[in-house]
């Protein structure tokens, strides 16, 4: 995608051949900085403050992570600590845990001498197969748009939080559908969720629509069933973190109250998500996810840009008052209306997935 005319991924390796690139994602949308990645400890923290962050980009910047530990040290011992490090900076999204267990079943019975080259390489793979995959996300998700039959003059999908490019390495995963139908020349509108608390619906999605050129608004999160009931919304669309066989889908915190008025008001409620979102090993969305509770400064605290230009923090809660603040919620599979992936679209069940992934049947 562009960035004032200039294409960018959101990862990349530097010219030096070792360091890796990164947007820094906590400064947008005042700030466009890139950040240098130099080793496994820079990868760690990046992913654990959101320097990185989305399902896919996480993946991308651990298999990156495990690279630049092999740089530094190709030994088993630090094989082993990279692994950890990187498994416990965010504990939701399971694209994390699929990269690095990617990575160490490649490298653990290469000799050392090689895992550095061998790491550099799988980790570029893992970033280029995942701009391919959004895209073909984006392509099956562009025909879903195609049938929809608008109540005005545009279509109107509402999207809550960020699973654009800057949740991928480019494309995005709920958005690249309509990036897509917006490249064709189809009359589309988002309606942006701002997702609190992070807000990074308002900080990020509409920063890179914005770029991109596709009409949109910014709402506040309890603004999508009102706009529902009055026949705005034509269809909703958003990304997962982690979903399960049984089509469960774990995404941003106040995912679940959208499908609960989508579902209300018949309007129909998608998930785009790539095969390393699926967590095979798992049924129960409810039961068996680990929801991640993040610091409560997130909520407490807002930044934003002063009408004088500088940047500050500010405190909007009572001094005292306690916050709590879990960053993912649950939606059944029973109120999704299709799962949009690189192999097509699909029922939000087992049987739907397994039509599309047979290879993961128990059988198997």
Known sequence: MKVDGKPYRTIWLSQDGTTVQVI???LLP??????????VVNATNAISNMVVRGAPLIGAAAAYGMALAMAEDPSDAMLARAYTLLLESRPTAVNLRWALDDLRTLLAPLPPAKRRDAAYKRAAEICDEDVEICRRIGANGLELIRKLKPRGDR???LTHCNAGWLATVDWGTALSPIYQAHNAGIPIHVWVDETRPRNQGASLTAWELGKHGVPHTVIADNAGGHLMQHGRVDFCVVGSDRTTRRGDVCNKIGTYLKALAAHDNGVPFYVGLPYPTIDWTIEDGHRDIPIEERSARELSHLTGRTESGELATVAVLPEGSPAANPAFDVTPARLVSGLITERGVCAASEAGLLALYPEQSRAA
């Not at 005042?30 to 080793?39: A, T, W």
């Open 30 to 39: 005042h700030d466009f900085v890139v950040r240098d990645l130099k080793n």
């Open 24 to 26: 820094d994602q906590t």
């Open 155 to 157: 279509i109107n999908a």
